[in-house]
């Protein structure tokens, strides 16, 4: 269910791309699509954040459904882009299948925080628990957005409550960034 649910934002934000782009001169274009993009990214984050608890195969489902989206959107993502955004790419079929690269990804965090945050979403529901503490307390996750009631939380989702996780929530409240 959730998968078709992702096909369906998929597909209805590749028709906003066919509809709006030949209409729209490409700067209107690329600002609407940008302010849709951030939106739809901040709405899946928020709402992965707020479950209360996810089991491991759950984390898995919600990698594996993200990875495919962001896959399935490659040519929408590129198309923000494109420095003549008007023009179609004449090879579009083959950028659908190719990766997108870090390169390209970190052009794209820039012009989408929420695309940053939802990436690392992803990486944090892989990690060991030590592993997001020292990523909170080198203020990465800071810097992808991240407050600490939300990283607080995501781990409380995901690990299961021990000695462990006592003292990395601490670790995480105990740290002070200047």
């Given at each position: 269910m959730a998968s078709l649910a992702v096909d369906q934002v998929v597909l209805l934000m590749?028709?906003?791309?066919?509809?709006?782009?030949p209409l729209l001169q490409p700067p209107i274009y690329k600002k609407i699509l940008?302010?849709?993009?951030q939106d739809l990214f901040s709405r899946i984050g928020s709402?992965?954040?707020?479950?209360?608890?996810?089991?491991?195969?759950?984390?898995?489902?919600?990698q594996k459904l993200i990875k495919t989206a962001f896959q399935n959107m490659s040519s929408l993502l590129k198309?923000?882009?494109d420095e003549d955004i008007g023009v179609q790419n004449?090879?579009?079929g083959v950028v659908k299948q190719e990766e997108i690269s870090e390169?390209?990804?970190?052009?794209?965090e820039k012009l989408i925080p929420s695309l940053r945050k939802l990436r690392r979403i992803t990486d944090l529901l892989d990690m060991p628990l030590r592993s997001i503490t020292l990523e909170w307390e080198s203020g990465e996750l800071i810097a992808s957005g991240f407050t600490s009631l939300e990283v607080k939380k995501l781990i409380r989702a995901v690990f299961s409550d021990s000695h462990v996780r006592r003292e990395c929530l601490?670790?995480?409240?105990n740290t002070e960034f200047l």
């Open positions: 590749e028709k906003v791309r066919m509809l709006w782009q940008l302010s849709v993009l709402e992965i954040l707020m479950l209360d608890d996810m089991a491991v195969e759950e984390t898995m489902q919600l198309s923000v882009l004449s090879v579009e390169i390209t990804w970190d052009q794209l601490r670790r995480i409240d």
